[in-house]
């Protein structure tokens, strides 16, 4: 088996730990998008839960073995989960946060009880800052994707994945630091090898997409898209070599299928998804011939999105 | 116990014919609803799956005791799900409905395979001529509420929602036909009679909730109504007899209210919903002090939208 950090026992102890709330996903085929898509497309659904994204599977596994205050970095979808995580076993948490990350994130960060800091600059400015808050009044620092518990986490999307009837011939991941892709990626190598793992990232955050494509990490100078989660410049050393022997292929997608596959999302599934949700399904639009006549399951991963910017991308 | 047509052995074993695709839907409190109902909300959504609606439920229970075509009266959520079950299965199925139902539920129907046949007027127009197409052609008809297996595998949601830790207080349902409100609130009364079961109908729609208050059966000339789910004028002495045994009140909404519940499930919640699928968090809108401190279960029974319709409800 591919040589990742991760374990299938500690992967299936994870959903005893995890609270069910977040197990056990909607996972359908959606015929509606068919006709634009041209292929069998089967959603997996991570939005209807209280942080209206799936990173309540990595936090549940991290919370439950914390024993003090903790704090993380976050893009907005990891801090709200691991507040949610935290608050449930009365824990204290600090996010440190981008200024720019979208207001319905930090606003739903601080009503669940974390203390958020934000800082000027994107989320690779943001873990520099939570590194040393967690130096300097010694406290547990959550990583994403660098900490196990994060993948193996996400990595219970890819149990509930193999279960689909009829199998599927292709998944496709959003890709941001790669604890989603890498954790799900694995149980499938693991339980059905015969389906190819696709990332997808967008074209304005490349840097694990080129990282993968050159076997070493890449940096990227700036960031320019609208799909804050999964937006960031420095892969890390470990998420790529998961990466490297789990995921078949990796593509960018612009920013104009983003919200076309949004768009889509809203018209033909009835689903608000947040842009990084979208991106599996923008893989498909720009390149159909690909996907034509093939099942594909995408991992709508999230929801949490300011809606008059969501009101402008559907419009 | 209360002397409806249900049974609870049936409705639990409803649960072993029932495609698991529409079984153990998402059930969360959604804090992000609070400040503005001044209550604990707890949503149980019946909108991710293949028909985007519960009426899947039922649909199931019924196709699976078809032996032949069958033809149903729809609104376009019943029509849907029954074709998706024949479908399955093999059969064919015919739906009545109204020319004026929303064109996402029409289109939806078509391609689902059923054949469809629209009639001027509105659903208690279509039912008669589904009557009349059963009789002409010697076929199954199948009718919303008055077959007890729409209800009870309606009540499928009840079992679920029982489950619900802590315990909420009320439950708001939806009510048109009375279907789902018959049959979940039977199961409440059985397993948690300790919960108040308030239907909640529009008052441009109000037939069944007149019915209930008068306790014999109250028809009415027109329908004026964004919540087509839920719009008849006449309604079924049985399924008023099921209500009035088992629903503790029954409260009409205004439109406005109805729009403003959509457009909180989609700004705080990040949930597409239908008007029906709103009319819950219209009467909490409405009566804030009647429900201030409590905790709330409210069902999300569909999100078949038009796109454009709900962008201007939601704008």
């Known amino acids: 088996m591919a040589p990742t950090r991760f374990d299938m026992a500690r992967i299936r102890a994870a959903r005893e730990v995890i609270d069910p709330l977040f197990l056990d996903t909607p996972q359908y085929r959606c015929e509606a998008l068919e006709p634009e898509l041209r292929c069998?497309?089967?959603?997996?659904l991570e939005t209807a839960n209280p942080v209206r994204c799936?990173?309540?599977?990595?936090?549940?596994?991290v919370a439950s073995q914390l024993a003090g205050p903790a704090v993380c970095a976050s893009a907005g979808n990891l801090g709200q989960a691991l507040a949610w995580s935290a608050r449930r076993r009365g824990l204290k948490v600090t996010v440190v946060a981008s200024r720019s990350a979208p207001a319905a994130k930090l606003d739903r960060i601080r009503a669940l009880g974390a203390t958020l800091e934000l800082v000027d600059g994107d989320f690779d400015d943001a873990r520099e800052r939570a590194i040393a808050l967690a130096r300097q009044y010694g406290i547990r620092l959550v990583e994403d994707t660098l900490d196990v518990e994060t993948c193996e986490g996400a990595a219970t999307i890819g149990l509930e994945l193999v279960d689909s009837t009829p199998?599927?011939?292709?998944?496709?991941?959003?890709l941001g630091g790669g604890a989603m892709a890498a954790g799900v990626g694995h149980v499938l190598k693991e339980l059905a090898p015969g389906v190819e793992v696709i990332c997808v990232q967008p074209l304005g955050a490349p840097a694990m997409t080129l990282s993968w494509r050159e076997r070493r990490v890449v940096t990227t100078e700036a960031i320019d898209t609208?799909?804050?989660?999964?937006?960031?410049?420095?892969?890390l050393p470990v998420a790529?070599?998961?990466l490297l022997h789990v995921v078949d292929d990796a593509v960018l997608v612009e920013e104009a299928s983003i919200v076309a596959g949004m768009r889509l999302l809203f018209e033909q599934a009835g689903l608000v998804v947040e842009p990084s949700a979208a991106l599996g399904v923008a893989a498909i639009l720009e390149d159909p011939a690909r996907f034509a006549g093939r099942h594909v399951a995408t991992?709508?991963?999230?929801?949490?999105?300011?809606?008059?910017?969501?009101r402008r991308w559907t419009a």
Chains 1, 2 share one sequence.
Do not use: M, Q, S, W
């Open 40 to 44: 069998a497309v089967t959603l997996k």
């Open 226 to 235: 609208i799909a804050d989660g999964v937006a960031g410049r420095c892969p």
């Open 240 to 242: 790529l070599d998961d």
């Open 54 to 61: 799936f990173k309540g599977r990595g936090t549940e596994l």
């Open 167 to 174: 199998a599927f011939d292709a998944v496709l991941i959003g």
């Open 299 to 310: 991992i709508v991963c999230g929801g949490n999105v300011d809606p008059d910017a969501y």
